[in-house]
């Protein structure tokens, strides 16, 4: 069993920067893929970025790609998004999620077997 807490969510200008952590319990985080998702009001759960449980692997989604990094602190047992050049259309409520040994299809919300309650994000214009 993972719990998920997701942080660093908040209200910023278009074109500023956020970083978002996820801090998972237990002591097996390392074993662990990890991904971002994102909810908008009226809009499905989408993903944003994942990375393999051996961390040699990272993905994004179009939209973020070049703006968003997705990294991890094994040491921490956080992963991080951090978020770029933002703009109002990121504006939504953000999801880490979680997969013991996942290394492909990470993109999917079917994927995942943990989920944090989620952080907002609004980007005013």
């Known amino acids: 069993q993972v719990q998920l807490v997701e942080s660093g969510g908040g209200l910023v200008q278009a074109g500023g920067s956020l970083r978002l952590s996820c801090a998972a319990s237990?002591?097996?985080?390392?074993?662990?893929?990890m991904g971002w998702f994102r909810q908008a009001p009226g809009k499905e759960r989408g993903f944003v970025a994942g990375?393999?449980?051996?961390?040699?692997?990272?993905y994004y989604a179009d939209s973020v790609k070049g703006r968003f990094t997705i990294s991890t602190d094994n040491a921490k047992n956080t992963v991080y998004l951090q978020m770029n050049s933002l703009k109002p259309e990121d504006t939504a409520v953000y999801y880490c999620?979680?997969?013991?040994?996942?290394?492909?299809?990470?993109?999917?919300?079917?994927?995942?077997?943990?989920w944090g309650q989620g952080t907002q994000v609004t980007v005013s214009s």
């Open positions: 237990g002591r097996t985080f390392s074993t662990y893929a």
């Open positions: 990375v393999s449980w051996r961390r040699d692997s990272t």
């Open positions: 999620a979680a997969r013991r040994f996942g290394s492909t299809l990470l993109s999917s919300l079917n994927a995942y077997d943990y």
